[in-house]
T-cell receptor, first 114, second 113 residues
Framework: GAVVSQHPSRVICKSGTSVKIECRSLDFQATTMFWYRQFPKQSLMLMATSNEGSKATYEQGVEKDKFLINHASLTLSTLTVTSAHPEDSSFYIC??????????FGSGTRLTVV | DQQVKQNSPSLSVQEGRISILNCDYTNSMFDYFLWYKKYPAEGPTFLISISSIKDKNEDGRFTVFLNKSAKHLSLHIVPSQPGDSAVYFCAGSSGGSNYKLTFGKGTLLTVNP
């Protein structure tokens, strides 16, 4: 079946630094990728939608200059949290959408900003 | 505005019995619904889906029922197994060019041996 690899699974960074999270579709080409954020006991909140080769579409309230998304190829999307602060600590999950495979989620990244 | 609501944060059932997880939605533009299962610190895994043109979809021990007039769907797991213990998310999609999913808050299912 379709597999999405997300790295790193856990990251701890200092306040003010930037962190990059990668999301790769391993055996299919993902026309669209999504980035979600989940707070404890809350639903997955869509942050942005990225289509290969074009700018990401951000949901209302999500700062595009803080959460940089790059979808440079049909198999790779990256989310960079810039100038991270403790309130950015969360669980980030990507999902990839392919025509025949539907949605497939990555395993998530636990970001802790100290 | 919470478009997908899972009003029960948790549910506990005995092994072998039926688990019924409920989901309500407010967006009448949703035409596709999905259920996902999620373990802690992992991404969601797809379980079962249903199109709005159907009222039931079955896959092994999992059955999803859709009541469009009530804007309600439910996931039935029978018989429940301890390995089913996880958080279950209901999601709706209105299709379109970006296929966004809107998730509920999830229900933690615990199946006791």
């Amino acid at each position: 079946g379709a597999v999405v690899s997300q790295h790193p699974s856990r990251v701890i960074c200092k306040s003010g630094t930037s962190v990059k999270i990668e999301c790769r579709s391993l055996d299919f080409q993902a026309t669209t990728m999504f980035w979600y954020r989940q707070f404890p006991k809350q639903s997955l909140m869509l942050m942005a939608t990225s289509n290969e080769g074009s700018k990401a579409t951000y949901e209302q309230g999500v700062e595009k200059d803080k959460f940089l998304i790059n979808h440079a190829s049909l198999t790779l999307s990256t989310l960079t949290v810039t100038s991270a602060h403790p309130e950015d600590s969360s669980f980030y999950i990507c999902s990839a959408l392919a025509r025949l495979n539907g949605y497939t989620f990555g395993s998530g990244t636990r970001l802790t900003v100290v | 505005d919470q478009q997908v609501k899972q009003n029960s944060p948790s549910l506990s059932v005995q092994e072998g019995r039926i688990s019924i997880l409920n989901c309500d939605y407010t967006n009448s533009m949703f035409d596709y619904f999905l259920w996902y299962k999620k373990y802690p610190a992992e991404g969601p895994t797809f379980l079962i889906s249903i199109s709005s043109i159907k009222d039931k979809n079955e896959d092994g021990r999992f059955t999803v029922f859709l009541n469009k007039s009530a804007k309600h769907l439910s996931l039935h797991i029978v018989p429940s197994q301890p390995g089913d213990s996880a958080v279950y998310f209901c999601a709706g999609s209105s299709g379109g060019s970006n296929y966004k999913l809107t998730f509920g808050k999830g229900t933690l299912l615990t199946v006791n041996p």
